[in-house]
């Protein structure tokens, strides 16, 4: 089964914020500590996962900001 980039970085996330949560409730060290490395750890495979992931677009940088288009207007 493949897993797509989106649900490495929606997993990465969850495991990260769930350290936060961990540590403000005071946790014992050695639980806070191993989710902080595997987190960690993940957050290295979400990187390789998204920069190696086959995405295409049709987008250009002539398309600049889709919430926002500036067309080819001269502003001057």
Known sequence: MKISAMGVVAFTTL???TVT???????????????TVFGQALVVFMVYKV??????????????????PIGKENYR
């Open 51 to 68: 920069l190696t992931e086959n995405y295409e677009t049709t987008k250009t940088f002539e398309d600049f900001y889709e919430d926002h």
């Open 15 to 17: 495991v990260l914020v």
């Open 21 to 35: 949560i961990m540590s403000s409730m005071n946790f014992p060290f050695n639980w806070v500590f191993y989710v």
